[in-house]
């Protein structure tokens, strides 16, 4: 049974504010939870179904007793923000890794304003299909721990790097860096040779990139199209662009 | 003044039930429905604020009078399915087309259950912006003129043309079509050449394509993976796919 205080504690983390205060954030269902303790991350409280733990008693043993809680599914439901709970919702420190991030011989990730929590965890989702380790993200764009940019990434959160940081003075502080931003009238993809170092610039849904920020961009690039949509969903164009990026595409063979 | 029977009639326009016995849908904002507008779909209501006519005069001359309401913004929130209504609201009809679908010389989509709505939009913008003119969908696909559905395809309906039907008595009938399923363990799209014709078969977002159509598809193919996330959003994956397929990636230039 949920104390009535854990329950409120494990709501109130569906805030940034909390979530920031409390350096803490909420993850649901088997394969996220699973995929975060399976990268070291710390688990601060675990609630999950009687079948849950008796299928992963393995990964449970870092988790002092005390945090641990066999919920029954009604309980669950207290405390999950999916229509049905999905066996286990847990909440986890976040890693705050202040290490300077590494740009050598691989593409990284920078979102201009990713406002839409299925976008940002859609796009996480993406890099680490594609190995990206790193998002620089500018701090308007969605908490990476809103629990539905978690349930999205469907437990990438585990094992990419996402920073948030003033983009201008980023790419400032970091000229040797090539950053190539996704535009609608840039070089086309097609005409792209393959990219080994540099970072992939992303924007707003429905602003794109911030002019300032498109001033100082090595290059503009663009998914060629074909027919009459007047743009693509971000994260459409991230997957586009980093499949084609990680192996370019030709007109003809 | 929007008469509380037109309110109630709109708002009973998102039960799919409605909408097929209608035969008619909702589209919402400046850009759906002026692309409705502009490719001949015969509008039903149009509700809008005084600011949207002024600007749109010459787009609405083919709707009768009696069906045009100027409204004002507390109103359109009766109507409205997002947050903050958006200028526009309107009811359409359907396009019914029973010309037999055209395969020669040009690649068509096909979807296996897809259900979430804003992939199903998502995915009719692209196959838009990859110039693909039909989607052949199972029944059990998000219906593509769900309210939500709709503003995911961001005007895109009005170009794509969805049809629903048995997948697999579609294939039985037309075996000379080369189908491509996505899957994690086909030929990657690497590997692929470019390919001009054929239908692109996308499974469900959790289980994938239904085993008796795999085993009708012509080839596998898959899109290549560097990292670590189990799989991609049907979306991505169409997106990444279509891309690679109007113009194949090579491993190195």
């Not at 494990?10 to 995929?35: M, T, Y």
């Not at 299928?55 to 029954?72: D, M, V």
Request: charged content about 25%; overall charge neutral.
């Amino acid at each position: 049974m949920l104390s009535k205080k854990i329950v409120k504690y494990i709501q109130s983390l569906n805030h940034k504010k909390l979530r920031n205060e409390e350096n803490r954030f909420i993850a649901e269902g088997p394969k996220i939870v699973e995929d975060l303790l399976l990268a070291g991350f710390c688990c601060a409280f675990l609630c999950a179904t009687k079948d849950w733990f008796t299928q992963n008693k393995n990964i449970c043993e870092n988790i002092s007793e005390e945090n641990i809680f066999e919920t029954h599914e009604t309980d669950l439901k207290k405390i999950s923000l999916l229509k049905t709970p999905n066996k286990v919702v847990a909440v986890f420190e976040k890693k705050n890794d202040d290490k300077p991030i590494q740009f050598e011989n691989k593409l990284s990730l920078m979102l201009d304003e990713i406002q839409d929590p299925g976008n940002m965890g859609t796009i996480i989702r993406i890099a680490d299909w594609f190995g990206i380790e790193n998002i620089i993200c500018s701090e308007n764009c969605a908490d990476c721990y809103n629990p539905k940019v978690v349930q999205a990434t469907m437990g990438s959160i585990a094992r990419v790097k996402v920073h948030y940081t003033s983009l201008i003075s980023f790419i400032g502080k970091n000229k040797s860096i090539c950053v190539y931003a996704a535009t609608l009238d840039g070089v086309p993809l097609s005409q792209l040779k393959k990219i080994n170092e540099g970072i992939i610039l992303i924007g707003n849904e429905s602003k794109g990139i911030n002019n300032e920020l498109l001033n100082m961009a090595t290059q503009k690039i663009t998914i060629p199209k074909y027919g009459n949509a007047e743009s693509l969903n971000a994260a459409i164009a991230t997957g586009i662009i980093l499949s084609n990026i990680t192996a370019p595409a030709i007109t003809e063979i």
